[in-house]
């Protein structure tokens, strides 16, 4: 069974930087796409960023990319989103996602697509 469980969320001022990790259990995922959305109060989940497990090809939001960084380490089993430069914005809970590797990458932004979802971690940004 499918496992991922997200760490790294906390209490951070604006301008600072956390990194977020996503540990992934109960299968092998080298066919697999990884993603981080969030959701702050009130708003609907977005999506931040992807990432294919077997090229290690990234995608992010448009609003996110320069900010927000997906990486991968294969030997662990683990996702990360190294995200800088944080505003009040960026408070949410991130939630790590994932899915069999089978379709185009715009599909990669849709909540819909990932099969597998952790228990979120939240992020707050103090202004």
């Known amino acids: 069974q499918v496992q991922l469980v997200e760490s790294g969320g906390g209490l951070v001022q604006a301008g600072g930087s956390l990194r977020l990790s996503c540990a992934a259990s109960g299968r092998t995922f080298s066919n697999f796409a990884m993603a981080w959305f969030r959701q702050a109060p009130g708003k609907e989940r977005e999506f931040v960023a992807a990432?294919?497990?077997?090229?290690?090809?990234?995608y992010y939001a448009d609003s996110l990319k320069g900010r927000f960084t997906v990486s991968r380490d294969n030997a662990k089993n683990t996702v990360y989103l190294q995200m800088n430069s944080l505003n009040s914005e960026d408070t949410a809970v991130y939630y790590c996602?994932?899915?069999?590797?089978?379709?185009?990458?715009?599909?990669?932004?849709?909540?819909?697509?990932?099969?597998?979802w952790g228990q979120g971690t939240q992020v707050t940004v103090s202004s």
């Open positions: 996602a994932a899915s069999v590797d089978n379709g185009p990458a715009y599909l990669l932004r849709s909540g819909n697509r990932y099969a597998y």
């Open positions: 990432i294919r497990w077997s090229t290690g090809s990234t």
